[in-house]
């Protein structure tokens, strides 16, 4: 039978990753995704940026809003504090199949949630489902036209609080303008531009950096 390119990512981490050790995960699909088969995941030039926030931030609580195959769960899970607790939603079911394994492969299933639905069915229920009381940090990976609607969302449901920090994918490609619009334009958050390049690629792309000032 034909596997999803989800499945051969899964596959390169089992054939060439250490169980229990993330770094080589991260390493093991990078290399295949920049030698073998593209694929969006935030890869190894935004991850770097990815890892200095997450470092800088050291939060308690982490929501991360598309999962896809587990890359970024397993980079910023990796770097969490010992009682720390990632959630990661993602809407498609296959790729949440693979997801779960490679969190697994990591060794990171303790440190991490993954909630498989629509982040605007889950977003109101994260306080009465997991007992989160507000995200120290909130990384948006999923489609570029729910970063917007989701982040309105989070505040209407008082999930943020004063220095909750969003971080942001793609705001260049395949970009959010309304979301960047927004978060830029808006008195109640701080934002900070972090260019670099679409994952695999000379394309530009960036992170943007929004603090939320309560
Ligand atoms: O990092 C990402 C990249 C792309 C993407 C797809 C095709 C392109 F030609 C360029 C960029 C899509 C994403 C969708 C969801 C989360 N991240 C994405
Ligand atoms: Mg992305």
Redesign the pocket.
Known sequence: TQSTRPQRILDAVQKNATRGDPRSVVKAIDHFCRNKEWA????DEKGCILDSVVSEVNPATVLEL?T?CGYSTVRIASLLPPHAKLITLEFNPDFAAIARQVIAWAGLEDKVQLVEGASGDWIPKMKEQFGVKTFDLVFL????NSYLPDTKLMEECSLLRKGSVLLA??VI??GAPDYLEFVRSSPRYKSQYFKSH??YTK?E?GLEKSVFLG
């Open positions: 969006m995941n935030v890869g598309g896809y990976d999923h489609w570029k994918d793609n490609c395949p679409l994952e394309v792309d």
